[in-house]
């Protein structure tokens, strides 16, 4: 269950977009809140944007992400994406995707964490 695959990542400058994806597998996207999550370096990890998938104005962000990052999802092909404007340095990390919108000890609340995308903004 709950098994997601993440990709989109890169390197990019600073001020500069990306669009993330994550592909779910093992449960209906639809019947659960989908967070992104990111991981930088010596850090924990940190909630970034959450889909509740019922309604998109009650989409949740992150205050540091909040106007220039965008969660959206397609139920039908079982995808969650995040829309990255305005890149900045500090967004540098590893991003991953995971039903629910929480993290309890380094967790996610509904199974473990993917392999990530690897996001780095340098100039």
């Known amino acids: 269950q709950w098994q997601f695959v993440e990709s989109g990542g890169g390197l990019v400058q600073p001020g500069g977009s990306l669009r993330l994806s994550c592909a779910a597998s093992?449960?209906?996207?639809?019947?659960?809140?989908i967070g992104w999550f990111r991981q930088a370096p010596g850090k924990e990890h940190e909630g970034v944007a959450c889909?509740?998938?019922?309604?998109?104005?009650?989409?949740d962000y992150a205050l540091s992400v909040k106007g220039r990052f965008t969660i959206s999802r397609d139920n039908a092909k079982n995808t969650v994406y995040l829309q990255m404007n305005s890149l900045k340095p500090e967004d540098t990390g590893v991003y991953y995707c995971?039903?629910?919108?929480?993290?309890?000890?380094?967790?996610?609340?509904?199974?473990?964490w993917g392999q990530g995308t690897q996001v780095t903004v340098s100039s």
């Open positions: 995971a039903a629910g919108c929480s993290v309890v000890a380094g967790r996610p609340i509904f199974g473990s």
């Open positions: 093992g449960f209906t996207l639809d019947d659960y809140a």
């Open positions: 889909s509740s998938g019922s309604d998109a104005s009650a989409d």
